[in-house]
T-cell receptor, first 112, second 114 residues
Framework: DQQVKQNSPSLSVQEGRISILNCDYT??????FLWYKKYPAEGPTFLIS?????DKNEDGRFTVFLNKSAKHLSLHIVPSQPGDSAVYFC???????????FGTGTSLTVIP | GAGVSQTPSNKVTEKGKYVELRCDPI?????LYWYRQSLGQGPEFLIY????????DSGLPNDRFFAVRPEGSVSTLKIQRTERGDSAVYLC????????????FGEGSRLTVL
C-alpha cells in the first residue's frame, strides 16, 4: 500500500516559469517530509525538508508547502532552470525516522 | 571520498546465485539504510542500522535477504538464491544520527538477475 503518492509521473515547464510538484500521503503519523532530486545513474540528493510544525519552508528558489489537514505537500521551484530537469521524489517519516517512505517520483523537464 | 560509496556499481548474475553488495557510509554517520528501487518506482525501505545493530529490518522481503554492519561502518547486503524479481538498483544511505534527518545516498548498485 503506497503511503506516499506522487500522481503526476511527469511535468514540463518553460524556463523561468514556476514548477509545482505535488505529493499526497495517507499516514497521519508522518511528521517529517523531504524532497529529493535524482539525476540518471546517480543516487537521490536531498533538496529541502519540512517538519509538521511548519506549513512552509523556503530555500532559495525552492519552497515546500505542507497542508496537514489535506495530507498534501508541494514543492515550488521558481524560476525554473534547465538544470532542474530531474526526477523529484517526496519522502515522509514518522517521529522515529527509521523508515522513510518515498513516492514514485515526478520527472521534471524544464524547456529552455 | 566524502560521500556514500557503493560497490559494485553494476552486478549481473544468474538466477540462483549468491550476491553481496557493499556500502561505505560517510565517516561519522551512525545510521545506515538500505533501499531498493525498481524501475518506475520510488526507493523502497529494506533495513536500517543504528551502529552495528539492525534497528529495523521490517522491509527485507524474505529470508533470502540479509545485511550486516559488524563494525558500525561498512555494511554488506547479502542476497541468497537470487531471483529475476530481485533485479533493481540497491541504494545505500547514511545519516548522522538517524531519526528525522537528511539521508545521504550513494549512487546505487544495479543488480541484474538473468
Amino acid at each position: 500500500d503506497q503511503q506516499v503518492k506522487q500522481n503526476s509521473p511527469s511535468l514540463s515547464v518553460q524556463e523561468g516559469r514556476i514548477s509545482i510538484l505535488n505529493c499526497d500521503y495517507t499516514n497521519s503519523m508522518f511528521d517529517y517530509f523531504l524532497w529529493y532530486k535524482k539525476y540518471p545513474a546517480e543516487g537521490p540528493t536531498f533538496l529541502i525538508s519540512i517538519s509538521s510544525i511548519k506549513d512552509k519552508n523556503e530555500d532559495g528558489r525552492f519552497t515546500v508547502f505542507l497542508n496537514k489537514s489535506a495530507k498534501h505537500l508541494s514543492l515550488h521551484i521558481v524560476p525554473s532552470q534547465p538544470g532542474d530537469s530531474a526526477v523529484y521524489f517526496c519522502a515522509a517519516s514518522g517521529r522515529t525516522g527509521n523508515q522513510f517512505y518515498f513516492g514514485t517520483g515526478t520527472s521534471l523537464t524544464v524547456i529552455p | 571520498g566524502a560521500g556514500v560509496s557503493q560497490t559494485p556499481s553494476n552486478k549481473v548474475t544468474e538466477k540462483g546465485k549468491y550476491v553481496e553488495l557493499r556500502c561505505d557510509p560517510i565517516s561519522g554517520h551512525t545510521a545506515l539504510y538500505w533501499y531498493r528501487q525498481s524501475l518506475g518506482q520510488g526507493p523502497e525501505f529494506l533495513i536500517y542500522f543504528q551502529g552495528t545493530g539492525a534497528a529495523d529490518d521490517s522491509g527485507l522481503p524474505n529470508d533470502r535477504f540479509f545485511a550486516v554492519r559488524p563494525e558500525g561502518s561498512v555494511s554488506t547486503l547479502k542476497i541468497q538464491r537470487t531471483e529475476r524479481g530481485d533485479s533493481a538498483v540497491y541504494l545505500c544511505a547514511s545519516s548522522f544520527s538517524g531519526g528525522a534527518g537528511e539521508l545521504f545516498f550513494g549512487e546505487g548498485s544495479r543488480l541484474t538477475v538473468l
